[in-house]
């Protein structure tokens, strides 16, 4: 059984640019999480999406955006790239919604974006 | 509010030696508590959770964390470390709602030879 997938994995981008990251979640799973990773704030959770709606939103501004489709898989954008965006990227997949809770969330890589 | 406090940023134990990785949180409704593992260059595995019942909980890898409630804490535990368990380990917590989980900053184990 695949695992949770990020593309890409690496990404360098300049301020004022906008950038998109795909997550594709294990086969079944309906929810996808997306979390922020820095080495100032640590591991800070943006949002989750649950049969493509938005369920749960962190603290982050409406430059972060996402949306699910059909078949489960993920995007999130960014809007308008500052420097403190850099940071590794990851998603989390699910069978059902509250991901946080019974169910295990299983982890992709991460996407890597550097922002200059 | 929730919050969850990694008491050590850093770890070094030798080979074969027992080791303890300390996670205290705060919260006003029951939680759900999780370790999770990251290898370098990965995302996170799950170690172990508590959800309810038994505050033992015996997890991948040989690891196990015992849940107490009155000292809010949710240590982690290995009684005999390999070099393969060098990563970074954090400790989170969700409420029983689910969906928003909240991690520790996070501790790195370092194990030598």
């Known amino acids: 059984k695949a695992g949770v997938t990020q593309t890409p994995r690496y990404l360098i981008k300049t301020r004022g640019q906008q950038v998109t990251l795909s997550c594709s979640p294990i086969?079944?799973?309906?929810?996808v999480s997306w979390y922020q990773q820095t080495p100032g704030q640590g591991l800070q959770f943006l949002f989750e999406?649950?049969?493509?709606?938005?369920?749960n939103k962190g603290n982050f501004p409406g430059r972060f955006s996402g949306r699910q489709f059909s078949n489960s898989r993920s995007e999130m954008n960014v809007s308008t790239l500052e420097l403190g965006d850099s940071a590794l990227y990851l998603c989390?997949?699910?069978?059902?919604?509250?991901?946080?809770?019974?169910?295990?969330?299983?982890f992709g890589p991460g996407t890597r974006l550097t922002v200059l | 509010a929730q919050s969850v406090t990694q008491l050590d940023s850093q770890v070094p134990v030798f080979e074969e030696a027992p080791v303890e990785l300390r996670c205290n949180y705060s919260?006003?409704?029951?939680?759900?508590l999780f370790w999770y593992v990251q290898y370098p260059n990965q995302g996170l595995q799950l170690l172990l959770k508590?959800?309810?019942?038994?505050?033992l909980v015996k997890g991948i890898n040989g690891f196990e964390a015992e849940f107490n409630k009155s000292q809010t804490s949710f240590h982690l535990r290995k009684p005999s470390v390999h070099i393969s368990d060098t990563a970074e380990y954090f400790c989170?917590?969700?409420?029983?709602?689910?969906?928003?989980?909240?991690f520790g900053a996070g501790t790195r184990l370092f194990v030598k030879a």
């Open positions: 989390a997949s699910s069978r059902t919604s509250g991901a946080a809770g019974t169910d295990t969330q299983y």
């Open positions: 086969s079944g799973h309906r929810s």
């Open positions: 999406y649950f049969s493509e709606t938005q369920r």
């Open positions: 919260s006003s409704v029951s939680v759900y």
């Open positions: 508590y959800l309810s019942g038994s505050t």
């Open positions: 989170a917590v969700s409420n029983t709602g689910g969906f928003k989980t909240i």
